[in-house]
């Protein structure tokens, strides 16, 4: 299997445009998680996924966040309009399940400016 | 304060040494896990553990349930292990809460 792939890899953007992360899970894994990594802030969970169905999304900042999963094989965050303090480095992992090891993306680096 | 903490920030150490990071949560967990981010920026889990003692390679991770601890060893270091590691709590509610991570330089 390729793993978590993530695409783009990197992103630059300028304030208030839309901006669309993509994941794609490893084959089989029922969860995927989008987290956020910031220095200032560390690694945070933004929204889980099980089986499609988003289960919590009380990490995610605010409403210019949105995630969607269609299918099984495909993620989106959305971040509609983009700020500066947007940027960071956000990663896509999945699991088989919850008490599993967790399989991470390379991850988005994101640039707004 | 956060929930996850981590000790010390940031590690220096010669090529050989025995390198411990340490891990304390305040908040009731079933499980510890503990994460490698190579320079280059990806992200590997090394351990998941609930009690005990798990052992890979050079790396040992513990756990004290009732101290609410944890421990990452490596032993016989090597400059390849520079990293960040992270601990990461996985609560009740099955999410994962992050530690800020430990920087280890190992030189040769």
């Known amino acids: 299997d390729a793993g978590v792939i993530q695409s783009p890899r990197h992103e630059v953007t300028e304030m208030g445009q839309e901006v669309t992360l993509r994941c794609k899970p490893i084959?089989?894994?029922?969860?995927l998680f989008w987290y956020r990594q910031t220095m200032m802030r560390g690694l945070e969970l933004l929204i889980y996924?099980?089986?499609?169905?988003?289960?919590?999304d009380s990490g995610m900042p605010e409403d210019r966040f949105s995630a969607k999963m269609p299918n099984a094989s495909f993620s989106t965050l959305k971040i509609q309009p983009s700020e500066p303090r947007d940027s960071a480095v956000y990663f896509c992992?999945?699991?088989?399940?919850?008490?599993?090891?967790?399989?991470f993306g390379p991850g988005t680096r994101l640039t707004v400016l | 304060k956060n929930e996850v903490e981590q000790s010390p920030q940031n590690l220096t150490a010669q090529e050989g040494e025995f390198i411990t990071i340490n891990c304390s949560y305040s908040?009731?967990?079933?499980?510890l896990h503990w994460l490698q981010q190579h320079p280059g920026g990806g992200i590997v889990s090394l351990f998941m553990?609930?009690?005990g003692k798990k052992k890979h390679g050079r790396l040992i991770a513990t756990i004290n349930i009732q101290e609410k601890h944890s421990s990452l060893h490596i032993t016989a270091s090597h400059p390849r292990d520079s990293a960040v590691y992270i601990c990461?709590?996985?609560?009740?509610?099955?999410?994962?809460?992050f530690g800020k991570g430990t920087k280890l330089t190992v030189n040769p």
């Open positions: 992992a999945s699991t088989l399940s919850l008490s599993g090891t967790q399989f």
């Open positions: 553990l609930s009690s």
């Open positions: 996924f099980n089986n499609n169905v988003p289960i919590d």
């Open positions: 084959s089989g894994h029922d969860y």
């Open positions: 990461a709590a996985q609560g009740g509610s099955e999410k994962l809460v």
């Open positions: 908040v009731g967990i079933s499980a």
